[in-house]
């Protein structure tokens, strides 16, 4: 094969695919950007507010039904993830002290490791400082 006849093939669309390859290539993007999100993020600090509404309690384990959708609102908007269902996570705070990353997981798919190491780290927090 030439230089040219080379170039010429390795220089095609999508559409001059062949049709099996085709539904691959989106599937691809998406996995590659997933990659990309996943060595780029970082955990950050969440920003609380001296002058707004009253925060979360510092101990997890005080929270009421309401503080947890307080919190799962304001993690998945801290970190862009997609709503998290509510219905979910009708509990409080005890009842998420005793859940694991796979109840977590299986929960919220998207985000649910996020989720769990950001509630242990709080909890963590209040158990040791207090």
């Known amino acids: 094969m030439c230089k040219q006849a080379y170039y010429r ?6 559409q001059q695919w062949p049709i099996c390859w085709q539904p691959v290539e989106p599937f691809l993007r998406m996995q590659a950007e ?11 600090e969440p920003q609380i507010s001296e002058h707004g509404p009253p925060y ?27 709503q998290v269902p509510i219905d979910r996570f009708l509990m ?15 929960r919220v798919p998207l985000g649910g490791k996020l989720l769990y190491k950001d509630f242990q780290l709080r909890l963590g927090k209040a158990m040791y400082t207090s």
Not at 34 to 44: C, L, N, P, V
Not at 92 to 106: E, H, V
């Open 92 to 106: 409080n705070g005890k009842a998420l002290c005793l859940m694991s990353m796979d109840m977590f997981l299986a």
């Open 34 to 44: 997933m990659m990309y999100e996943a060595q780029h993020w970082e955990w950050r």
């Open 56 to 82: 979360l309690p510092k101990d997890p384990r005080s929270w009421s039904r309401d503080d947890v959708a307080r919190w799962l609102r304001d993690m998945a908007t801290l970190h862009q993830l997609p």
């Open 9 to 14: 093939a390795t220089r095609r669309t999508i």
